[in-house]
């Protein structure tokens, strides 16, 4: 089978691999589509995340496709179902697991290689948080049930409520997420930034309010139209240091400041003491999702709670995927291209 494997940092290859063989507890499944994620351009440019990467790996995460063989002792997946499944899996007995952190796992399942003709389920992963695909929903929305589950994670962290008036730095898919799933938590009004208008337009159809930080500072327009207080609640949709250190001038006395995105390792941000003490701000930050968010998720998208086809701008074949990390994401102008192997 023909698969994307990285071999260090902008050295991805596409090669002719065996397909994987079927152990116990496992399922193989032919990937119908795998969507880019913010992460994966990430990974690419500058390796990253805490020895979870070995090279050469196999990439990709966000997928659905048909199940074509099924091991031994699987129970309820039958050959030609329809499926999507998570990039992980909590072990359920780690100090961390005990304490219900399930998305802080030290002992994680991991499933990378999507962007590949086949991926193998790991055994964990098929009994703990994998979905079967209603026939209305396509393989490409399916996929995007990861970076929901995350943001869904993010936004009852972040504790959203019925009123709020919450401001979203970035309107890439992950601000476009967590501005729709804002408005369906109750926010009044939802403010959105970003500097390229492709995104902010898309953005538009849910934010209340769309701003092109390029053109305008954001603090003052949040300002303003807070009559001068500030966000109730406020989120980092970027991963750059400079972003989480903007997003903590957005927010109102008794606010709330999620500082979403990863920022390269090694970075840190300046906090106002004075800030936390007197406003009672209160500063947090999120990784990944729990296996009741990824079914939470992926619930909300196959019901159309949460709309996440605007967010597929373009469908490439795998054969072109150097030239979506490369050129295509790079550009900023779509938003997730639909990979079909
Ligand atoms: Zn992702
Ligand atoms: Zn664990």
Redesign the pocket.
């Known amino acids: 089978m023909k698969a994307a494997l990285l071999y260090g940092i902008r050295d991805l290859r596409l090669e002719e691999v065996e397909i994987p063989e079927v152990g116990p507890g496992e399922i193989l499944v032919r990937v119908r589509a795998a969507t880019t994620c913010g992460t994966d351009l990430k990974i690419y440019r500058r390796g990253y995340v805490g020895g979870i990467i070995k090279y050469p790996q196999p990439f990709g995460h966000e997928w659905a496709g048909d199940v074509v063989k099924v091991g031994e002792g699987v129970e309820g997946i039958e050959e030609g179902m329809r499926i999507r499944a998570g990039n992980s899996t909590?072990?359920?007995?780690?100090s961390?697991?005990r304490k219900g952190y399930?998305n802080l796992?030290?002992?994680?399942t991991w499933l990378w290689g999507s962007y590949a003709e086949y991926v193998k389920v790991p055994a964990p992963i098929v009994k703990h948080n994998l979905q079967i695909l209603p026939p209305h929903l396509s393989y490409a929305e399916a996929a995007i049930t990861e970076p929901l589950a995350c943001v869904l994670h993010g936004a009852l962290k972040a504790g959203v409520k019925l009123g709020d008036t919450v401001a979203i730095i970035g309107a890439g898919p992950i601000g476009i997420l967590h501005c729709q799933l804002a408005k369906r938590m109750g926010a009044d009004k939802v403010i959105i930034g970003d500097m390229v208008e492709e995104r902010l337009k898309v953005a538009e159809k849910w934010a209340d309010v769309t701003v092109n930080v390029s053109e305008e500072d954001l603090t003052a327009r949040v300002r303003e139209e807070t009559d001068g207080l500030g966000a109730d609640v406020v989120i980092e949709a970027v991963g750059l240091p400079e972003t989480w250190q903007k997003a903590l001038e957005l927010v109102s006395k008794g606010g709330t400041v999620l500082e979403f995105g990863g920022c390269p390792s090694g970075t840190k941000i300046e906090v106002d003491t004075q800030l936390l003490h007197y406003g009672e701000v209160t500063l947090l930050g999120t990784f990944h999702a729990t296996p009741e968010e990824f079914t939470k998720a992926f619930n909300l998208i196959s019901s159309g709670v949460i709309d996440v086809k605007p967010l597929i701008t373009r469908e490439v074949p795998l054969s072109e995927i150097k030239e979506v990390f490369d050129r295509i994401l790079p550009s900023k102008r779509d938003l997730k291209v639909a990979i079909i192997p």
């Open positions: 909590p072990c359920y007995r780690c961390m697991c399930y796992c030290e002992n994680r």
